[in-house]
Every structure is written in structure tokens, then in C-alpha cells.
T-cell receptor, first 108, second 115 residues
Framework: GQNIDQPTEMTATEGAIVQINCTYQ??????LFWYQQHAGEAPTFLSY????GLEEKGRFSSFLSRSKGYSYLLLKELQMKDSASYLC?????????FGQGTELSVKP | KAGVTQTPRYLIKTRGQQVTLSCSPI?????VSWYQQTPGQGLQFLFE???????NKGNFPGRFSGRQFSNSRSEMNVSTLELGDSALYLC??????????????FGPGTRLTVT
């Protein structure tokens, strides 16, 4: 089976750094995706990790530890437009299984 | 390159009716997945099609079905609608279903309301 946990909500200040954690328990693992979803819009791709370590892409970075079943998304230099839901998704058994998402609010 | 398109965008149906939703993937994408998104349950996997074959299915009742055509376009059908079927139905396409190629490109969704 699969179980993916993320915090439900987070609040951060514009210009700051925020880390969104994701833990998973799966019977198989073939990669982990992070998606961003603004209210009323479709999810859009942010990052993909399949090997342990950090993947950096501009202001966004994603980390994976397969032995710990743990990933995080790091957002630097937060902007108001980063207010959105962030979804962690694990590829398991040919399916993409999503966590409930973390609603991030960026305050001025 | 055109994105994933879904029709219709909004739909209102009555309990007991059936509904068919359509999805056109990005050109060249052969994998099409369907998801149901609700505030309480989040984004839940319905099924995935690759080259006209259903490869995987989520934990939904048999009232939910789908198919894929030779041009990779896909439809999903929900029969005997229930109030709990009210949700945003998202279609996503990808190049393949393995590794990085499983990156999902989502359509805008169909908002289904069952009254």
C-alpha cells in the first residue's frame, strides 16, 4: 500500500525560506514528484527525484532520502505568487499517488 | 505545442444520471491518467491508459470507467451518479509511465456537480 504525509498548512513571510516536508511509505518506489497548484488551476510540475540527494532549480530545490522515505521541497526568496498548494506524489506500481497537499500562504 | 484539453469544463447532472468526460492529450503523449480531486480527499488516481490499454486502476467502484482511442484521446464515464461524485476531474498526459517520463501534464479539469 501507500501512505503519503504532508503538513496541511504552512505560513511564511515574503522573502523568507520555507521547507515543505513529505514522508511516504510504499511497497515500491519509482520516483517522487512535486507539483504546485494555484487555487482554481491545474497542478504544474516543479521537480522530480529518483536518486538520493538534492535537485536544485532556481528558487526551488527538492531533496530525497529513499532509506528514510522522506522528501522536502525548499522554496527560497518567497514571493507572494508562491502562495499555492504543494503536492508530493510518489510513483508506485505504475501509479502516481498524491499526498493531500500543503497549502502555503505567503504574507507580506 | 498545445496543452491537454478537457471538455466540458463545467457540468451539472442529477443523481442517477451518467456522464462522459473527454480528454485530448499533448501530441505525442501516449499515457493518459485520470484523477478525482475533492477538498476532503485531495487528488486521487482513477486509472491510466497507455496505447489504448488500461494499465492501472485506482480504488474506485465499477461505476467509473474509461477508454482510450487510437489517437490517444481518452474518455471517462461515470454511471449512476451519486452526490459524492461531485468533484474536479483532472486528466493528465505523459510521454510514458516510467521514471521522469511519467511527468504529468494536467488539463484544466472538468468541474462536475451532482444535484
Amino acid at each position: 500500500g501507500q501512505n503519503i504525509d504532508q503538513p496541511t498548512e504552512m505560513t511564511a513571510t515574503e522573502g523568507a525560506i520555507v521547507q515543505i516536508n513529505c514522508t511516504y511509505q510504499t511497497s515500491g518506489f519509482n520516483g517522487l514528484f512535486w507539483y504546485q497548484q494555484h487555487a482554481g488551476e491545474a497542478p504544474t510540475f516543479l521537480s522530480y527525484n529518483v536518486l538520493d540527494g538534492l535537485e536544485e532549480k532556481g528558487r526551488f530545490s527538492s531533496f530525497l532520502s529513499r532509506s528514510k522515505g522522506y522528501s522536502y521541497l525548499l522554496l527560497k526568496e518567497l514571493q507572494m505568487k508562491d502562495s499555492a498548494s504543494y503536492l508530493c506524489a510518489v510513483v508506485q506500481g505504475g501509479k502516481l499517488i498524491f499526498g493531500q497537499g500543503t497549502e502555503l500562504s505567503v504574507k507580506p | 505545442k498545445a496543452g491537454v484539453t478537457q471538455t466540458p469544463r463545467y457540468l451539472i447532472k442529477t443523481r442517477g444520471q451518467q456522464v462522459t468526460l473527454s480528454c485530448s492529450p499533448i501530441s505525442g503523449h501516449r499515457s493518459v491518467s485520470w484523477y478525482q480531486q475533492t477538498p476532503g480527499q485531495g487528488l486521487q488516481f482513477l486509472f491510466e491508459y497507455f496505447s489504448e490499454t488500461q494499465r492501472n486502476k485506482g480504488n474506485f467502484p465499477g461505476r467509473f470507467s474509461g477508454r482510450q482511442f487510437s489517437n490517444s484521446r481518452s474518455e471517462m464515464n461515470v454511471s449512476t451518479l451519486e452526490l459524492g461524485d461531485s468533484a474536479l476531474y483532472l486528466c493528465a498526459s505523459s510521454l510514458s509511465f516510467e521514471g521522469r517520463a511519467y511527468e504529468q501534464y494536467f488539463g484544466p479539469g472538468t468541474r462536475l456537480t451532482v444535484t
